[in-house]
């Protein structure tokens, strides 16, 4: 079964705009994290958020993690074409770094 | 450059084939993955490895075998493929910090 559920499952934006995606969970974490993949492509990771940590920051991504609601959020500010992708976010359930459980994902679609 | 190499990238099987997906890494790190990618089901871990000569089940290990003889290498088996594993398999490596290094994967298609 899944541990994270990201949601949008698709976002269309215009180049510009700000991109926003949030993933749920379902047990406890010590981090999240965020992967982009591009069509064909490996996913990279993006970001990674402790569970202590409410916020964080890396160029233009800012992540946030609600561990009471069980919520994370990506915010892509500035969007630009290169960034379409899909977004996966990861938590470790509770096991440190090992075993990353995948969510479904987000396809975004950044328009020039 | 330094990364996880996956091979082949592509391959077709019949059912009842075997083959050997093959993932080496160099930056000199513990733990490696195999997961497999379906559309709309995300990424589900087969098995993983926590170390040389250590091996242990995923989420979804069944018709699948793996072994990690040397550190750099994870060598994910299908002993005898069924149409059920047509899909995109990536494998990852990790460090004792931070996020997963992926490859840039291998489609299969079983017929």
């Known amino acids: 079964s899944q541990q994270g559920e990201e949601d949008p499952q698709a976002l269309s934006i215009q180049e510009g705009e700000n991109a926003t995606m949030n993933c749920s969970y379902k047990?406890?974490?010590?981090?999240l994290q965020w992967y982009r993949q591009n069509s064909g492509r490996g996913l990279v990771h993006l970001i990674l958020?402790?569970?202590?940590?409410r916020e964080k920051h890396s160029g233009r991504l800012r992540v946030t993690l609600d561990t009471s609601k069980k919520s994370s959020s990506l915010l892509i500010t500035a969007s630009r074409a290169a960034d379409t992708a899909s977004y996966f976010c990861?938590?470790?359930?509770?096991?440190?770094?090992?075993?990353?459980?995948f969510g479904t994902g987000t396809r975004l679609l950044v328009s020039p | 450059n330094a990364g996880v190499t996956q091979t082949p990238k592509f391959r077709v099987l019949k059912t009842g084939q075997s083959m050997t997906l093959l993932c080496a890494q160099d930056?000199?790190?513990?733990?490696m993955y195999w997961y497999r990618q379906d559309p709309g089901m995300g990424l589900r871990l087969i098995h993983y490895?926590?170390?040389?000569?250590?091996?242990a089940k995923g989420e979804v290990p069944d018709g699948y075998n793996v072994s990690r003889l040397k550190k750099q290498n994870f060598l994910l088996g299908l002993e005898s493929a069924a149409p059920s594993q047509t899909s995109v398999y990536f494998c990852?490596?990790?460090?004792?910090?931070?996020?997963?290094?992926f490859g840039s994967g291998t489609r299969l298609t079983v017929v």
């Open positions: 490895s926590v170390g040389e000569g250590t091996t």
């Open positions: 047990t406890s974490i010590n981090n």
């Open positions: 990861a938590t470790d359930g509770g096991t440190g770094f090992q075993k990353l459980v």
């Open positions: 958020i402790r569970s202590n940590e």
């Open positions: 990852a490596s990790q460090g004792t910090y931070y996020g997963y290094t």
């Open positions: 930056m000199n790190h513990e733990y």
